[in-house]
């Protein structure tokens, strides 16, 4: 059971509730595949609203519903009231109507799943808001780390590429600064918030130097559609100075691993073959791993009500 009604950010986590539900996402492993033994969401309704296009999230989450037993409905945003001018809190005052027990939301703008979540009486999950937070990334991120090296502390984690756009680098620095680990973020600094370093991260702009002795090579997505200038001359470029290959990745450990939340850019965020190295990269047991968080994360914030049916 987690302490607030819903999930919106890491930042209201404490470490003892993210390793809660870590270990809870653990016991969905049954002979290295993910399984509910118990229809524990059974006559639930999930409501997945993805404002976003998004593949990985929504389907995650739609499954895992599934695999618990709930009745998930997918509300397609081009249809709905909202595409026609219909404002968040009417949307809002709309869905509580309806007595939805859970609510799945993705949002372009920052802010706007905490407001929805003040306005109905279910528990809320913020599954990407604008470059605000992506918390069950995060927490998918520790699961597969855990799952990988064997344990979730005293690690060195390097998050690398167009930090200053990404909600993944924001949560998972929440994340691994409960966890005590020690963080860098790595990229041009145009890609870089001036301020990044009041999180209480090590600033480089230079690959080389920010990936040695790393545990953790976490590299991000170069979010285009976000951008509105010139943040770089040419992917080429950036490919040579910040994609992640093989000459640059020998400076972390030789037991480092490669992580990416997806969708890759191949050869401009990541060398290919690089990414499909399966004694580096990690990124297949990521996708498998949400599962399992998100599974996890509907059944805590939903115990109390199961308890009572």
Known sequence: MLNNKDLLSINELSKSEIISIINNANSYYHDNKISSKKKVLNNFTQINLFFENSTRTQVSFEIAGTLLGANVVNFPFNNSSQSKGETLLDLAATLNSMNPDILIIRHPNSGAVQLISEKVDCPVVNAGDGNHEHPTQALLDILTIKKRIGRIDNLKIAICGDIAHSRVARSNIFCHKKLGNKIRVIGPKTLIPKDIDKLGVQVFYNMIE????????????????????????????????????????????????????????????????????????????????????????????????????
Do not use: W
Request: charge should be positive.
């Open 210 to 309: 920010g990936l040695r002795d790393i545990d953790v090579v976490m590299v991000l997505r170069l979010q285009k559609e976000r951008m509105d200038g010139g943040y770089f001359s040419s992917e080429r470029e950036y490919f040579h100075l910040y994609g992640l290959d093989d000459r640059k990745m020998k400076y972390a450990k030789p037991s480092a691993i490669i992580m990416h939340p997806g969708p890759m850019n191949r050869g401009i965020e990541i060398d290919g073959d690089l990414a499909d190295n399966l004694d580096k990269s990690v990124i297949t047991m990521q996708v498998e791993a949400g599962l399992a968080i998100r599974m996890s994360v509907l059944e805590l914030l939903l115990k109390k009500k199961i308890k009572n049916v």
